[in-house]
């Protein structure tokens, strides 16, 4: 019998490359820059070059990737603060993956999609709890 073992099995981020990752990173928020809705809330971002490395080892690592930098990370309240809400992260999984099927295969792209998914519904429940009884905007 042929047994993958876990150790064995090959991480998306691996099937999709480092040089895949950072090129989705990098056109996903040179759109941004650019956008309607998501280009007011990244205007905080003062330094893109850095932010798009921080982004590329931190998407790097949530699909499976060993560490090649040692960044730590603080999305719940860095979002809190940049407005963060439903709306946003809507168009923002819109516009992340319309770049994902710009540049991967759809198995690759709808793999990451998945991710997003996951991390976006954590960070939108993580942000409800900050706002409190102020509750969940409308908008
Ligand atoms: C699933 C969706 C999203 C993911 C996975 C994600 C991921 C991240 C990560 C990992 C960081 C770096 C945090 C850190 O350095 O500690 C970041 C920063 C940032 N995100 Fe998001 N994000 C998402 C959606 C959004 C949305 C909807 C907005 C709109 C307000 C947003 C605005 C920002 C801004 C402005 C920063 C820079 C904050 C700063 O450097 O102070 N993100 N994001």
């Known amino acids: 019998m042929n047994l993958i073992k876990p150790h064995d099995r090959i991480s998306l981020a691996e099937k999709i490359g480092r040089p895949s990752v950072a090129l989705v990173v990098d056109d996903f ?11 007011k809330p990244f205007s905080i971002v003062a330094h893109w070059q850095e932010h798009k490395q921080r982004i590329t080892e ?3 690592i949530a699909l499976g990737g060993k560490p ?3 960044y730590s990370y603080d999305p719940v309240s860095k979002h809190f603060l940049a ?4 709306t946003l992260l809507s168009d923002w999984k819109a516009l992340f993956f319309e770049v994902t099927h710009t540049h991967l295969s ?5 793999a990451w999609q998945q991710r997003v998914e996951m991390i976006g519904e954590n960070l939108l429940r993580q942000n409800d709890k900050l706002l409190g ?4 905007p409308s908008t």
């Open 133 to 136: 009884d102020r509750g969940r």
């Open 29 to 39: 928020y040179n759109r941004v820059q650019t956008h309607p809705t998501l280009a």
């Open 106 to 110: 759809p198995e690759l792209a709808s």
């Open 83 to 86: 407005g963060f809400n439903q």
């Open 68 to 70: 090649t930098a040692s």
């Open 58 to 60: 931190f998407w790097w």
